[in-house]
Structure formats: C-alpha cells, structure tokens
C-alpha cells in the first residue's frame, strides 16, 4: 500500500461533487483521496419509539441510485466511491489500520444526536490513531457560521423573524466549483460492491404509475430536475400558484428528496434562481422557493438549538398535552381507512410512492394530532420510515409545529378535513385517484360519502362500512362545509387543464403567517 498523504472524505447526507467542499478540502491536501459512503446497519433497525421500520423502500431505492449516480460520476474524474456495509466509525478504524497512509478523515457535519454520536465516535477513533479530523458545514442556504446571531441559542423560535433577519442581514456563500479530476484512491484498495435490497434485509419498493414522484436518486437527476423546472419548462415563474397542488410531478419543485440525501446543493439552486430571475423573470413564485428553502435551513438550525427536544413528546414548549397511543385509530390513519376520503387519499400516496404533497403532509398531520389527539410522535416515526424526502430535521420540526409544541405562534391551529379538501381538490380527482372505492361519487360529494343519502351511495356503488368505513370522527366543525361542495367539473383550470388549486386559494402561503384567514 502507498506510504502518501490519503485523505478518506465519509459522505453522508451530500451524495453530490458539486459545492461540496469535504472533496476541495481533501484535494488540497492529499495524494490519494478516499471517498467513502457506509450502509450503516442502524438505519435498518426499528424507529426510536415504535419501533417502525427506519429506512422504507422507496428512500432506500432513492439512496442506491444516488451511491450509484454517484460512483459513476467520481469514475469519469479517475475515482470511485468506496461502498462498505457497516457502522461508520468502524469501517474507518479499519481503512486506517489496513492503510497506514491516512493523514486525515474529512466529513460535513449532521445536526441529530444519532449522527452526532457517529462523528464523536470518528473522532475518537482519529485521536487514538493520531489522525486529523477536518469538518465542515455544508446541507443549509445559509452558512451556520454567517447567521446574523451571536450564538444558535439567539435563533427567534418563530420562523417569520428568523426570515426577516437572515434576509435583511445574511449572505449566501458563492457555489465551489465542480471538480474536473479527483485524486485517485490508494494503490489496491478496493472499491467494494453496491449493496441489494436483499443484502440490506429489505423488502424492494415497486412504482405506482400514480406516483406524483417517479424519480430517480443521484446528483445526475437533481441536476437534470433543476433544469426542466427552471429552464425548459418556466414551471418556477407560476410555482406560487401551483404549489398547493395534489396531483403530477411538476405542481412543485420537488427537491426535498435530493436536498434531503446533499444530491443538490442549496446552494446551487439559489444561485440559478438568481441567474433565472435576471435572463427570464423576477417574481413571487421565483422568490417563493427561495422561502421554502429557508423553512429547510430554519428547522435544521431549530435542530442545532434545541438538540433532543425535537424529539421530546412535550416538544420545544415543554407542554404537557394528554396524547393518546390508540393503536386501532393509528392503524386506520396510516392504512388509509379512516373514513375521512382526504386523509385517507394522502396516507395512501405516501404508502404506495414514499411522497405526499406538502398540503396532504399538513392536513394527516393536524387530523392524527388535533381530531384523533394522538401521539405526534407515532406521525413522525410513520413518516420517517416511508418518505423518500426524509429529512429529520424537516420531519420532526413539521409534525412539532402541527402538534402546537413547536414554532407555531398561534395557539391550537387545527385544520378543517372537509374545507381543506374541497379547497385544494376541489372536484375531487385526488380522493378518487387514491381512493378509488369512492370513484362513482362525482364532483366534490367525495369527501363527505357519509352525508349522501341510501340511493345516492347505491348508485356510486358504495357501501358504508363495507367497502369503505364510516368516518373513525367526525370533527363539528365540518359542517358548515358539506353544503358547499361542487358536484361537476370545476371551473377553475390550473396548469395542464387540472384543477388542484383553486384560484381562490392560490396566494394561500405554505406558510401561514401570510394567511388573512383564520379558518384552515
């Protein structure tokens, strides 16, 4: 084996050679560069609580394709991606032993304790083996070390401020460049087998041609993503408008699941809403991504803050609320059955693709939280184990925020099921897409099955109870919306002649700090 300065990069959560700076670090500053990726045994154990599977299959295939996206890319660069299965810090203990050349482990650091734990464990191992530790920060828009605060504790617990002051007073750090060559591994080293499903003890994922996210992991696709929404398309000058969307692939950006494995840079993308606005067109919907970015770089910093209340059943406040753990009402809720066509519609997608729609996320949040008074946390670990866009930060600081334990300002938000499906699927093609028991309900009755008369059920061809339940609630307040449905084609046609956003509604802010209305 080489005797020469090799550093060992360990990837994580940023599968991507562009922006990266854990690559310029270690190209600088060795003869031989190792990158690394672990398929660490622990993420295929069960979720802290309730024990649900950690990794499902749909983000488990996403993470595959972008290991191996991104393994292709470091061989056209006279590299690879060294691939092992086991804990992080023992296949580096052992590449260090085996090597007698590792002068330096590089990495970007995570914000949770589990990936906190790993990094406190590499550095251990690196001390005892007198081996430098170099890290950086690389997942957030914002640098952790550019915020206008003097310490992470002075982050404002409500998003808005936080907002204010980043764009009043922050500054986005200039994209690294794209290496053109990486430094090649050590002499013999091999670059090991990608592991299969079956190798991981998984159960492989199969595409719904439903799915309103039928990608592919890996930087290649991020990339390639970017540029249809931005440039070959111009989806993103209409994005605040079609956000709200429920059905199709391009109603939203669609990021999350690269953001989420550092396929792409957020950087990068806010330098091409940049270079956008100023060769196409500057407006809301252009601006309105860069918002959403920042709700991504806001939990995360909550994360840095608040460490492992993020995962406490009182939350950020402290609040004592009397959660219930009903595993009958639970198992409807994530089965899809609940009775309630909205809910159950979104709790299917996400089991049968790994995705859901911001707008479904919040609506199965607040009705598992504030109509079946459930344990969030059941929510969270649910999630955490099928979207393929889990982001644990993002995750955890959403289902807080719907439970009225996190940065919420507003006391008991809780979401009208029947007004919320009848504002953002109006006609009901959503309902009737994942629900297609209800398909013989026409027009907007969908969402309210249970209020149709005998004949009107019979002639759909609907049997309460039978072939689709009887609502596990019903929350008062419904209805004052079961008369304002639309029982034809709806009027109003958004982008591709569907109508999933209701002109009405369309300046309605996924963040609701902009809304006028009190009634969600």
């Not at 690394?36 to 749909?58: E, I, M, S, V």
């Not at 090597?99 to 906190?116: G, I, M, P």
């Not at 006609?427 to 009755?445: A, F, H």
């Amino acid at each position: 084996m080489s005797a020469s300065r090799t550093v060992i990069c360990l990837l994580r959560n940023d599968l991507r050679l562009h922006d990266n700076e854990v690559f310029h670090w270690a190209q600088r500053n060795a003869e031989h560069i190792i990158p690394l990726f672990c398929f660490d045994p622990r993420h295929y154990q069960g979720t802290h609580h309730f024990n649900f599977p950690k990794t499902g299959p749909f983000r488990l295939q996403f993470l595959l394709d972008s290991v191996k996206d991104l393994r292709a890319t470091l061989k056209k660069r006279g590299s690879t991606l060294v691939v092992r299965q086991g804990k992080p810090e023992e296949v580096v203990g052992d590449l260090i032993k085996q090597l007698d050349s590792v002068t330096a482990v590089a990495f970007h650091e995570e914000v949770a304790s589990e990936e906190k734990t790993v990094e406190k464990k590499l550095k251990d191992i690196c001390c005892q083996n007198k081996v430098k530790v170099q890290t950086f920060w690389g997942s957030t828009l914002y640098h952790r070390d550019d915020l206008p605060f003097s310490h992470i504790g002075g982050l404002p617990d409500v998003y808005t401020q936080f907002r204010k002051v980043v764009e009043g007073q922050g500054k986005v750090r200039p994209v690294l460049s794209t290496l053109e060559q990486v430094k090649s591994l050590p002499l013999g080293l091999e670059e090991g087998p990608i592991p299969t499903f079956e190798g991981l003890g998984q159960t492989e994922s199969v595409m719904d041609c439903r799915s309103a996210f039928p990608c592919h992991g890996g930087e290649t696709e991020a990339l390639a993503r970017l540029k249809h929404y931005f440039w070959d398309t111009n989806a993103i000058a209409t994005y605040k408008e079609t956000r709200n969307g429920m059905i199709g692939v391009d109603y939203s950006t669609k990021f999350s699941p690269w953001l989420a494995l550092g396929c792409i840079s957020p950087r990068y993308i806010y330098e091409q809403i940049k270079k956008y606005e100023a060769e196409r067109t500057a407006n809301q919907s252009t601006y309105w991504v860069i918002f959403e970015l920042l709700w991504r770089d806001y939990f995360k910093f909550v994360g840095l803050k608040y460490g492992n209340r993020i995962f406490h059943m009182n939350g950020l406040q402290d609040k004592h609320v009397p959660w219930k753990t009903d595993m009958t009402l639970f198992n409807a809720w994530k089965e899809g059955r609940t009775g309630v066509p909205f809910v159950d519609a979104n709790m299917r997608e996400l089991a049968l693709t790994g995705f859901m729609s911001n707008r479904g996320r919040q609506n199965v949040a607040s009705f598992l939280t504030k109509d079946l008074g459930l344990d969030w946390r059941l929510g969270a670990e649910w999630f955490e184990y099928l979207l393929v866009d889990h982001d644990v930060c993002s995750n955890y600081g959403n289902w807080l925020y719907s439970a009225g334990i996190g940065n919420d300002p507003r006391e008991n938000r809780k979401f009208n099921m029947i007004k919320q499906g009848l504002d953002y699927d109006n006609n009901g093609d959503y309902v009737r897409q994942w629900v297609p028991e209800l398909g013989g309900i026409k027009g907007g009755d969908v969402h309210t099955p249970w209020t149709l008369s005998n004949s009107a059920l019979s002639h759909a061809k609907v049997s309460l109870n039978d072939t689709y339940p009887s609502p596990i609630v019903i929350a008062p307040e419904w209805g004052r919306h079961v008369n304002n449905k639309s029982s034809g084609p709806s009027s109003t046609k958004g982008r591709k002649g569907s109508s999933y956003t209701p002109r009405q509604h369309k300046d309605r802010g996924i963040d609701f700090y902009f809304s006028k209305k009190k009634s969600f």
